[in-house]
């Protein structure tokens, strides 16, 4: 039940989120995403496009199947087959909706489409009411909404909900829309959509200038009563807006924004890890809410003022949005128990068996290294549990490097349950690593980029590296982190090659649009 002033927050990080490039997720990490989203208290979990593949099908099917509270939305195409294939990946969840689309500009409806305007009406239509046949959770999109005609975006409302539609959504496609003139767009299609009252409003906008919150703070001021928002701003090209930007601004700024949200604030950190973990797409230093800069005081004048009293320079209390600023937490005589309750407090809810396997890396750690923070916890579920069930994993490396030898690496893979080895060299340590894998899994991957860096401060640090892979056309990321940076190394190229294994056999079928 939503009030008036409740914004519904629409979460796409595992849709439109994971059309970042490299970015995609097996069912196991989506489903895992999803549990934290609704635990975050997001409204609709747009949980995928069940049409583009059979993996997206299986993944919207068991987030369906799973999920108490949240919506559970499917992305179709405005065609019967999609809308069928959606539905069936979705018919179990204890809240459905089916969100299908068709685009509604000039552009879109001539070049992408083909399609005349009237043909493109005929076809939301129907669309929609093929889905109101099956549920009274019917979401419409005209795609390209922010560049269509105003009259004739109007003119397919009002019929899209006369056909049963009760969400429908104006989406800035290419990210081409500036607040005022977005704002004005939504009081345009209000006052001029006859029964704009039976059908909830919602707005979707792209970052491409940089102005997707904008944008969509804007719209709520115009009336907007849903967001459509991703987890760190992810998503195609610049991403989308992202929920922390619009939450927060919300909830810091009650006397401008009278409207609320159900958002469990505390969690909007730990979510925001998790998404940056299971991706492998980084959170920019300096990015607002949750970059690792973002409640960083570094001049003095400001120090002394947030000493004296935080709100001088600090407009959000850090704890609001669930980081813990002393986050010096457990070490070498920290039992299970302690373990498991900071692994809860981060946001992640482990078997007895993934905790067994966090705990044992967790021992060899604190013999390294004195004092374990939240980066290292979460480094340690990463390999420990984000990254179980692959296709390859490393049983042994050795590697030999200097100023006076070949650099060599000698190392062992399991694959598919197989032990195998091999030794090579390289221009240096991590070529000769590198090398040496590609030879023993048989794969020809191009290394686009490697990073490297430390987790924490002090030179016992964890080291983590992020690698992006290419082979036939199919990007993937890998993550990889330990103490040693050449394990971390390894780690991270086979957690790429595990990932492009992964979408070798799930195939996602790339539409025109999408
Ligand atoms: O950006 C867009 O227009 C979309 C639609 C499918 C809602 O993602
Ligand atoms: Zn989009």
């Known amino acids: 039940m939503t009030t008036d002033n409740q914004i519904i927050i629409f979460d796409t990080t595992l849709r439109d989120g994971e059309q970042s490039p490299g970015a995609s997720?097996?069912?196991?990490?989506?489903?895992?995403?999803?549990?934290?989203?609704?635990?975050?208290?997001?409204?609709?979990?747009?949980?995928?496009?069940?049409?583009?593949?059979?993996?997206?099908?299986?993944?919207?099917?068991?987030?369906?199947?799973?999920?108490?509270?949240?919506?559970?939305?499917?992305?179709?195409?405005?065609?019967?087959?999609?809308?069928?294939?959606?539905?069936?990946a979705i018919k179990d969840a204890a809240h459905p909706r089916i969100h299908t689309f068709i685009a509604t500009s000039e552009l879109h409806m001539k070049y992408k489409l083909q399609m005349e305007p009237e043909k493109v009406l005929e076809q939301a239509i129907k669309s929609v009411k093929l889905a109101a046949s099956f549920t009274d959770n019917v979401e419409f999109s005209a795609e390209d909404g922010s560049r269509s005609d105003r009259d004739f975006l109007c003119k397919v409302f009002e019929a899209v909900i006369d056909a049963g539609a009760t969400t429908v959504n104006l989406p800035d496609t290419v990210g081409y829309a500036i607040p005022e003139e977005y704002a004005q767009l939504v009081t345009y299609v209000m006052e001029?959509?006859?029964?704009?009252?039976?059908?909830?409003?919602s707005v979707h906008c792209h970052n491409?200038?940089?102005?997707?919150?904008?944008n969509t703070l804007a719209a709520i001021k115009a009336g907007a009563r849903q967001v459509e928002v991703t987890v760190n701003g992810i998503g195609e090209r610049?991403?989308?807006?992202?929920?922390?930007?619009?939450?927060?601004?919300?909830?810091?700024?009650?006397?401008?924004?009278?409207?609320?949200?159900?958002?469990?604030t505390k969690r909007i950190y730990p979510t925001s890890r998790l998404v940056s973990m299971i991706t492998g797409i980084l959170v920019q230093p300096n990015r607002a809410i949750v970059g690792a800069n973002a409640f960083a005081h570094e001049a003095g004048i400001h120090q002394d003022g947030v000493l004296k009293n935080p709100m001088t320079?600090?407009?959000?209390?850090?704890?609001?949005?669930?980081?813990?600023?002393?986050?010096?937490?457990?070490?070498?005589h920290s039992g299970r128990h302690a373990l498991n309750d900071h692994v809860q407090k981060l946001g992640y809810n482990l078997t007895k068996e993934e905790l067994d396997r966090v705990f044992e890396k967790f021992k060899r750690l604190a013999d390294k290294k004195k004092s374990i923070q939240d980066e290292d916890i979460e480094a340690l579920i990463n390999e420990g549990?984000?990254?179980?069930?692959?296709?390859?994993?490393?049983?042994?490396?050795?590697?030999?490097?200097?100023?006076?030898?070949?650099?060599?690496?000698?190392?062992?893979?399991?694959?598919?349950?197989?032990?195998?080895?091999?030794?090579?060299?390289?221009?240096?340590?991590?070529?000769?690593?590198?090398?040496?894998?590609?030879?023993?899994?048989?794969?020809?991957?191009?290394?686009l980029r490697f990073t490297i860096s430390a987790l924490t401060e002090g030179t016992d640090a964890q080291g983590?590296?992020?690698?992006?892979?290419?082979?036939?056309?199919?990007?993937?990321?890998?993550?990889?982190?330990?103490?040693?940076?050449?394990?971390?190394?390894?780690?991270?190229?086979?957690?790429?090659?595990?990932?492009?294994?992964?979408?070798?056999?799930?195939?996602?079928?790339?539409?025109?649009?999408l």
């Open 25 to 88: 997720m097996n069912q196991a990490e989506k489903l895992r995403i999803a549990t934290q989203l609704e635990k975050l208290g997001v409204n609709v979990i747009e949980a995928g496009f069940p049409a583009a593949s059979e993996g997206d099908f299986e993944a919207v099917k068991a987030i369906a199947e799973t999920l108490k509270t949240a919506q559970v939305a499917a992305l179709c195409r405005a065609n019967e087959d999609d809308i069928k294939r959606g539905w069936e």
């Open 238 to 264: 610049a991403g989308n807006t992202s929920l922390e930007e619009v939450v927060m601004s919300l909830h810091t700024r009650p006397n401008y924004f009278p409207q609320t949200t159900t958002i469990d």
């Open 385 to 447: 549990v984000l990254r179980s069930s692959e296709t390859f994993c490393l049983e042994y490396i050795h590697v030999l490097s200097g100023n006076t030898v070949f650099p060599t690496a000698s190392v062992q893979l399991n694959i598919n349950g197989q032990p195998v080895q091999g030794a090579t060299e390289g221009t240096g340590p991590i070529d000769a690593v590198y090398n040496i894998i590609s030879k023993l899994t048989g794969t020809k991957s191009k290394l």
């Open 464 to 513: 983590e590296v992020m690698v992006r892979l290419e082979e036939d056309g199919i990007v993937a990321l890998g993550k990889g982190s330990d103490s040693d940076i050449i394990i971390a190394s390894a780690l991270a190229y086979i957690n790429g090659l595990n990932r492009l294994e992964y979408l070798k056999k799930h195939p996602v079928v790339k539409h025109e649009n």
């Open 208 to 214: 491409d200038l940089g102005l997707a919150t904008s």
């Open 192 to 201: 001029n959509t006859p029964n704009m009252h039976k059908a909830v409003l």
């Open 313 to 332: 320079y600090e407009i959000m209390n850090p704890e609001t949005i669930g980081l813990n600023k002393n986050n010096l937490v457990l070490g070498k």
